[in-house]
């Protein structure tokens, strides 16, 4: 039985490691349970010596990132799958109520989601910007509306004492 509140990650073949090393990051500082990719583009940036310089914390080392040939192949048992596209008819982030075990499923950085893809997701939400987000801010933006909605409660002290780097020891 999978663990509830867990939100995964599946990018549609993303192009950039500095992308990819910061919705790595991101993952980390949300508890995202995985990282799944398809496509090509990536894997051809880290073979020309382009890696994930954006993953300051290290988060590929606790998060698996995973390349699959389908993201549907790759939905983790009783998540719901969700796209995050810009389209019409999708729900806006401000109103979209977060499933406790997630998918999400974001598109690449210079097209959009298969259509094939979004028919087999259970909800497709945008957020409501003027103009497109890069694609790490994308994932960002939805998993700190996830956190927001859904929680944790907030450990105040604990956590920012946990959370913050040696180079930060401000005190209000």
């Known amino acids: 039985m999978p663990t ?7 990018l549609t073949d993303p192009k950039s490691p500095e992308n990819v ?7 980390g500082c949300y508890n995202a349970a995985s990282v799944s990719y398809t496509g090509n583009r990536f894997n051809k940036s880290q073979e020309q010596g382009r890696r994930l310089q954006t993953d300051t914390r290290k988060a590929v080392e606790r998060i698996p990132l995973q390349h699959v040939e389908s993201l549907m192949q790759a939905m ?12 019409e008819g999708a729900t806006s982030l401000i109103d979209y109520q977060h499933p406790e075990n997630a998918f999400y499923i974001f598109g690449p ?3 959009s989601i298969d259509k094939e893809v979004v028919a087999w997701c ?17 994932v960002n933006v939805v998993l700190y509306d996830r956190i927001a909605k859904l929680g944790p409660k907030a450990d105040g002290d604990a956590l920012i004492r946990r959370s913050r780097d040696r180079n930060n020891q401000l005190k209000v």
Request: contains cysteine; charged residues 20%; proline residues 7%.
């Open 4 to 10: 509830t509140r867990q939100a995964h990650i599946g």
């Open 21 to 27: 090393g910061a919705i790595m990051r991101a993952a």
């Open 76 to 87: 983790p048992e009783g998540a719901s799958p969700v796209a995050i596209e810009l389209v």
């Open 109 to 111: 950085e210079d097209r």
């Open 122 to 138: 259970e909800d497709v939400i945008y957020i409501p910007t003027v103009g497109c987000l890069n694609l790490a801010a994308t």
